[in-house]
C-alpha cells in the first residue's frame, strides 16, 4: 500500500521535528473519543449474501487486519510513555476495527494474520513501520501525536482505495464506517497539536481532503 512512500516522509518528519526543538511541556488535555456509535455500527454491520471475492478484496482484508493492528499497537505504546488520554482512547477504537475486520475475516473464511503481540506483524513491511513509526514517536508528546495523524491519514487513504476496488456491500460497508473512525481520530490528533502550538499539515492526503475531513466537525 502506502507504507514505503510513508517511512520516506517519516524520515523527512524526524529531521524536521528534530530540528524543531519542540517541547511536551503544555499540558495534556482529555480529548474523548465517542467511539460507542462507531463500535455498534461495525458490530451491527449487514453480513449479506457471501460473495465469490476478488483478489483484491481477499488480501485487502488480510492487510488491514495488521494494519488496524499497528494503529492500536502503536498507541497503546504511545499511551504507556506519555499516559496522554487520546492515545489511550483512540487504541480502543482501534481494537474495535480490527475485530470488525476478523468478522470478515471469518465470514469469508479467510486466514487471519493476525500476531497477538503488540509490534509484531506478518507483513514485513509493516513491521518495518512500526519500527520507524517508534522511533519517531519517541522523541517526545509532540512527535508522538504526529505519528497518529500519519497513521490515521495512511489508514483513510489505504482504506478508500480498498473500498474503491470491492464490489462486496458487507465489506464496503465495513470500510465506510472505518474510515468515519478513523476521520475522526485525525481531527482529534489535529486538534490535539493546535492546543499544543502546532500546525499540523497533511502528509499524504490532498490538502483539500485533509482540511475537508478537518473542518467537518
Known amino acids: 500500500m502506502k507504507t514505503q512512500h510513508l517511512l520516506f516522509k517519516i ?34 454491520g449487514a453480513l449479506l449474501e457471501i460473495l465469490a471475492l476478488t483478489e483484491i478484496d481477499s488480501t485487502g482484508l488480510i492487510f488491514m487486519r495488521e494494519e488496524e493492528k499497528l494503529a492500536r499497537d502503536a ?10 488520554q487520546v492515545f489511550n482512547n483512540i487504541s480502543q477504537s482501534e481494537q474495535v476495527h480490527t475485530d ?8 469469508y473464511d ?11 506483524f506478518e507483513d514485513p513491511a509493516l513491521a518495518s513501520l512500526f519500527d520507524d513509526l517508534m522511533i519517531l514517536g519517541d522523541n517526545n508528546l ?9 497513521i490515521e491519514e495512511t489508514d483513510i487513504e489505504d482504506i478508500a482505495i480498498l473500498m474503491e476496488a470491492s464490489d462486496v456491500p458487507n465489506i464496503v460497508q465495513v470500510y465506510e464506517n472505518l474510515i468515519s473512525g478513523s ?14 502550538g502546532i500546525d499540523y499539515q497533511p502528509r499524504i492526503l490532498p490538502v483539500d ?9
Open 11 to 44: 524520515a523527512i518528519l524526524a529531521i524536521v521535528l528534530m530540528l524543531s526543538a519542540c517541547t511536551d511541556s503544555q499540558k495534556d488535555e482529555d480529548l474523548s473519543i465517542s467511539d460507542k456509535t462507531e463500535e455498534e455500527s461495525l458490530k451491527t
Open 75 to 84: 498507541y497503546l505504546v504511545l499511551y504507556a510513555k506519555y499516559e496522554h
Open 100 to 107: 470488525a475486520i476478523l468478522r470478515l475475516l471469518n465470514y
Open 110 to 120: 479467510l486466514r487471519d494474520p493476525f500476531i497477538d503481540i503488540i509490534g509484531e
Open 142 to 150: 509532540d512527535s508522538a501525536l504526529v505519528v497518529g495523524a500519519l
Open 183 to 196: 476521520e475522526n481520530h485525525l481531527r482529534a490528533f489535529v486538534s490535539d497539536l493546535n492546543k499544543r
Open 209 to 217: 481532503q485533509f482540511n475537508d475531513i478537518i473542518n467537518n466537525q
